[in-house]
C-alpha cells in the first residue's frame, strides 16, 4: 500500500524534473513566432540555426576551447593519478585527494570573478586560451576521477610487472602496457572534460573577454533579447549533445570494467 | 631519444619513488594553485583595497567594503539571498526525501537507471533548464494558456519576476544535490532494523519517525549543506526569473565586477561568500568523517 503511494510520487516527481526539458522539446516543433498555442508541426527552426552564422561560430569557438581544455586536463589527470595510484606518497595522501577535488568545491560565481581579477591583474589579456586553461582546471577532478578508478582495478592484475618480466622498463610497460589499458577510462575523462568546458557558464561569462563568444554566452544573449523559438530547438541541440558525450563516457566506462 | 631522459622516465613511472610521485603530481597541482589557489588569494587581497576614481583601485587596506556589506543598502539582499536559500534547502528536503525513500527501497532493479535520470537535467546546462521555466511560466507562458485557455482564470497569472519563480528555478537546479545524499544514507541503512521495530510492533509510521529518519539524519543535513551553499552563489535564476527586486548576492557581485565596475566591494562581497562555503565545508567534512568512524 505505502510502496504505491510512494511509486506514485516519484512517478510524478520525475514528470516534473522532466518537464521542462520535454516542454522545450515539444515547443522546438512549433509553427509559431511568439506565444506557446501550438500552430503547426514546423522544422524551420532548426533550419533557422543552421543559417545563423553566429551561432555557428560560437559552435566552433566552443568546440575548439572544450578540445584544448580537455586534452589538458587529460594529460594533468593522467599523471596525477597514475602517480596516485602506483605510489601514493606517505606525506599529502589526504591532502592530494581533497587538494586536487578542489574545483569542485569553490562556488563557480568565486572562480569567475577571481579569474577575472587575476588575469587583469597581471595584464594577461583575456582570450581564447585563458579560457580553454581556466576550463582544464574546472575539468581536472572529473578526468583524474575516471582515470584513477581504472588503474585502481589495474593494480591487481600485475601486468606491468609481467611486461618488466619480459624485459620492457618502467617507462615502456607504463607506455605499452598500462596506457593502452587504461585508455577507455582516459577518453571517458576526456569526454566528460569536454562536456564541463563546453557547458560552462559561468566561469566563461566573467573570463571570455570581448572577443570570444561560446556556445553558452551566445545562448545568454539570445535569452536576453528575448524568448524565441530558435533558442529551443538550440536548446534541443544542445541537449543532444550532452546527452551523446554523456552517454558515450558511460559505455567507455563500462567497457573498460569488462 | 638520449638515453639519460628514458633513464629519468623510467624512474618517473617506476612506482618505487615518493619523490617521482610528487613530481607526476606537481603538474596538476601547479594548474590548480595559477588557475585557483592565487585568484582566490588576490580576491581577498582585492577585497581590503579601496576604490579609486574611474574604477582604478588602490591599495590601502581598509574594512571599508566589509562595512558597507552590512550597511541598510545591502543588508536586505543578504537577508533575501539566505532566506531564498534556506527555502530552496527545505524545499528540496521535502520534496526530495519520498524520493530518494523510494530509490533506497522500492526502485528494485531500476535504481540505477532512476539515479541517471536524476542525473540528467544536473548535466544539461543551468541556461537550458532556466529558459525552459520562462516558457512555462511566463505571461503568456504554457502555464497561462493552459489556465485562461481552459477557463480557470479570467486573466494570466503573473507568476515569473516573484519570489516564488526564482526559489522554483533554484529548487529545480539543487533537487539533484539534495537526493544523492538522502540516497546514499537510506541506502546504508540495515534493512533488519527495519524489520526488527516491525517485529517489534511499531506500524509503518512509527518506524519511519524513530528509525528511518534519525538514521538519515546525516543525509539530511549534508543534503542541506550540498544545496544551500551552492545556492548562496546562484546569480542566473535570480536574473531570468526574478527581477531587481529578487536580486541576490550573485546578482549584486556579477553587478559589481561587469557593470558598476566597484571590484574591491564585489571582492568583500565574494569573500563573505567564500566564508559561507568554508563553514559548510567545514561540517560537511565533519559528517563525512563521523559516517566513516561509524
Redesign the interface.
Known sequence: M??KW??F??AA??A??????S??FF?SFNNAR????WRGFTFKWYGVLLRDAGLLGALLTSLKIAVLASL?AS???L??S???V???????RAF?SS??N??L???????G??????FV?IGVPLNFWTLA??H??LA?PYT?GSVRARLLSLKGSQLEEAAMDLGA??????LKVTLPLAKPAIVSGALLAF?ISF?D??TSF?IAGVGVVTM?IK??SM?KFG?TPE??AL?CC??AL??IL?VSA?VLRKSAKA | MPHKI?KF??????????K??????L???F??AF??V???M??LV?SLAQLGPYGTIIWHPTLENFRRVFTPLYVPIVARTVAYCGATAVLCLL?GY??A???S???GEWRDT?L???M??F??????????????L?R???MN?VLV?SGALGKPLDVLNTPFSVILGLV?FY?PFMILPLYSSLEKIPKQYIEASYDLGAG?FQTFLKVTLPLSLPGVFAGFILTF??C?????TAE?LGGPRTYLI?NL??NQ??MAQD?PF??AL?AV??CA?LIG?YYYQKLEAAELAA
Open positions: 505505502k510502496s510512494l511509486s510520487y516519484a516527481f520525475y516534473f524534473l522532466y518537464m521542462p526539458i516542454v522545450m515547443f511568439r506565444n506557446v498555442v589538458l594529460v594533468l589527470g599523471l596525477a597514475y602517480a596516485l602506483c605510489r601514493p606518497p606517505r606525506f599529502g592530494y587538494w586536487l578542489a574545483p568545491l569553490v562556488p563557480e560565481i568565486v572562480l570573478v577571481g579569474l577575472l581579477s587575476f591583474r586553461c581556466a582544464a582546471m581536472l583524474i622498463d618502467h617507462w615502456e610497460a607504463f562536456t557547458e557558464f559561468v566573467f553558452p545562448v545568454y535569452m524568448v533558442i529551443n536548446s544542445l541537449l550532452t546527452l554523456l558511460q | 628514458k622516465l623510467a624512474w618517473l613511472f617506476s612506482g618505487k619513488s615518493e617521482a610521485s610528487h613530481i607526476l603530481i603538474p596538476a597541482s594548474w590548480l588557475f585557483l592565487v585568484p582566490i588576490l580576491l582585492l520534496l519520498p524520493t525513500y523510494f530509490l527501497f522500492y526502485a532512476f541517471i535520470l536524476l540528467i537535467p548535466w544539461t546546462s543551468a541556461l537550458v533548464s532556466i529558459y525552459s521555466w520562462i516558457i512555462i511566463g503568456d507562458g504554457l494558456s485557455g529545480y533537487l509503518a551553499v551552492p548562496l552563489g546562484d546569480f542566473l531570468f550573485g557581485i556579477e565586477f561587469l571590484w564585489g571582492a565574494t561568500l567564500l562555503m565545508l
